[in-house]
């Protein structure tokens, strides 16, 4: 094999290492009305819509990679949350899926 062969399956290959080990995150404004950025520390994150509270829905946040099972993927989806100025997520889910955190919820603005 040349080496410019195994120069470029060399860097295939740490392509390709380097996609699989990053963390992947979004945050999807489902409001026409923009919120001041939260403190990421204070947003609440919740499994299920807590009884009797009010909110407004401000976007979708999620999270997928690596990382201890659930620390890493609260704090990233409390700082988008934030971002959207959010101050609670609710219907939270977090799955352990091939080896990697995926986890998911609903940015809403508590009233």
Excluded at 17 to 43: G, I, K, N
Excluded at 74 to 80: F, G, S
Aim: some cysteine; glycine content about 10%; hydrophobic content about 45%.
């Amino acid at each position: 094999m040349g080496v410019r062969k195994q120069t470029v399956l060399w860097t295939m290959l740490v392509v390709v290492t380097l996609c699989l080990s990053c963390a992947h995150y979004a945050q999807v404004p489902l409001s026409s009305q923009d919120f001041p950025e939260a403190d990421w520390r204070s947003v609440q994150v919740y499994g299920t819509i807590p009884k009797g509270m009010r909110y407004q829905v401000v976007g979708v946040v999620s999270y997928y990679g690596l990382g201890s099972f659930g620390e890493t993927a609260v704090e990233e989806i409390k700082k988008q949350a934030a971002k959207l100025g959010a101050t609670a997520v609710i219907n939270f889910e977090i799955n352990l899926i091939n080896g990697r955190v995926q986890a998911e919820g609903i940015a809403v603005r508590q009233q």
